[in-house]
């Protein structure tokens, strides 16, 4: 099966410390480490809630760049019976992608940095042409993986999507390309743990979720409509994508 084989690829990184590093290694760890620090804090009163649905929060930030909207994102959600790495995974492994995004046409990893560790894919993919303005692609680095916390605790499970260059996805009009930095950050809670950990089932799973993104239109697009776009969108994702992974794992082993 597909899904564990590739499951058991990522998780070998929990066991064994040492890896190559690469050419994205520093640039990884850099990004990865700012997204521990901060994404989980709670929002400020600059951040305005421009959605809420159940547990589902989402707060953006209205910035602009040269007249370019950049607005920050940001939203909370718990989700009960999944794990982290599950939630994680199901965003990471493009084997999925395509089952739970509505907002691609296409979808292809150009590059694996390191075979024997594949925690980090490079994908091209290209955006469905929603706004009066030209079509969008993006090039970006995904880098998957599981952080220990304390002795008693779940570990974090965090993705990163950062956009990067590539020989083979050179830019080429009429497409704009994307400048992102995002990430999926999870944390398993274990609730009325039974006695033997053996014991836990997907009623005693809930799991934390905080979603970031930072995303540069990467030239001029309306404002409004690009508002309006992201308002409509990221509640949507974050339902969908969810109840995906919940479907998903309903019936299978849980993996911590
Ligand atoms: O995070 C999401 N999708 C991943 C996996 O496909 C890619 C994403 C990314 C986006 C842009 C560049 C690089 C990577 O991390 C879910 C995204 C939900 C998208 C909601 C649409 C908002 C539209 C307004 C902003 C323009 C961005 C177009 C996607």
């Not at 994102?73 to 009960?80: E, G, Q, S």
């Not at 150009?110 to 969008?136: C, G, M, Y």
Request: glycine share 2%.
């Amino acid at each position: 099966n597909t899904n564990s084989n590739a499951i058991s690829k990522v998780s070998a990184q929990k066991e064994t410390a040492k890896h190559k590093s690469h050419r994205l290694s520093n640039e990884i760890e850099r990004i990865v480490q700012d997204h521990l620090k901060y994404d989980r804090e709670n929002v400020s009163d600059l951040w305005e809630l421009i959605h809420h649905e159940g547990e589902m929060k989402v707060y953006r930030r209205e910035v602009e760049e040269n007249g370019i909207v950049v607005d920050p994102l940001k939203c909370f959600h718990t989700v009960k019976g999944v794990t982290g790495r599950e939630i994680c995974h199901y965003f990471f492994d493009p084997t999925y992608r395509m089952d739970w995004e509505t907002t691609l046409d296409s979808t292809k990893v150009i590059e694996t940095l390191d075979k024997d560790n594949p925690d980090t894919l490079i994908f091209f993919q290209l955006h469905k042409r929603v706004w009066p303005s030209a079509q969008r692609d993006s090039c970006f680095w995904s880098h998957i993986r599981c952080v220990s916390t304390g002795e008693e605790d779940q570990p974090l499970w965090i993705v990163v999507n950062y956009t990067t260059d590539h020989a083979q996805a050179p830019i080429k009009s009429p497409f704009v390309r994307l400048v992102a930095n995002v990430a999926l950050t999870c944390e398993t809670q274990i609730i009325e743990p039974p006695l033997n950990p053996k014991d836990i089932k997907r009623e005693n799973l809930l799991c934390k979720l905080t979603y970031v993104a930072f995303v540069n239109p990467g030239g001029w697009a309306p404002a409004a409509a690009l508002r309006a776009i992201a308002k409509r969108e990221y509640p949507k994702f974050l339902k969908r994508f969810t109840s995906y992974v919940i479907e998903q794992t309903r019936d299978q082993p849980i993996l911590f």
